[in-house]
């Protein structure tokens, strides 16, 4: 059974920093390219960042080029979504899954709410 479970958002102040954790299960996590999402409530679902099975590339949405880092450790079938100067406009919940999802099943987790105020 497909499982993802994200953790690490809350509250933070524009400038500051989040660092995202995606613990994946039920698949062979190395296989696949994954990628961070991320969704307004009323908005449709957007890609953040893709990383592909063992890291060697990376992408990001324009959005967030430059402030993003993604990255994963096979190992722990574990993904990091590291966020830095962050901004209003980030705010969302976020979500972890393969890319494209479908290829896992399309099983999506509860995601990790991120609000960036003052």
């Known amino acids: 059974q497909v499982q993802l479970v994200e953790s690490g958002g809350g509250l933070v102040q524009p400038g500051g920093s989040l660092r995202l954790s995606c613990a994946a299960s039920g698949f062979t996590f190395s296989r696949w390219t994954m990628s961070w999402y991320r969704q307004v409530s009323g908005k449709e679902r957007e890609l953040v960042a893709a990383?592909?099975?063992?890291?060697?590339?990376?992408n990001y949405a324009d959005s967030v080029k430059g402030r993003f880092t993604i990255s994963r450790d096979n190992a722990k079938n574990a993904l990091y979504l590291q966020m830095n100067s962050l901004k209003p406009e980030d705010t969302a919940v976020y979500y972890c899954?393969?890319?494209?999802?479908?290829?896992?099943?399309?099983?999506w987790g509860q995601g990790t709410q991120v609000t960036v105020s003052s």
């Open positions: 990383i592909t099975s063992r890291g060697g590339s990376t």
């Open positions: 899954n393969a890319n494209p999802p479908r290829v896992i099943g399309g099983t």
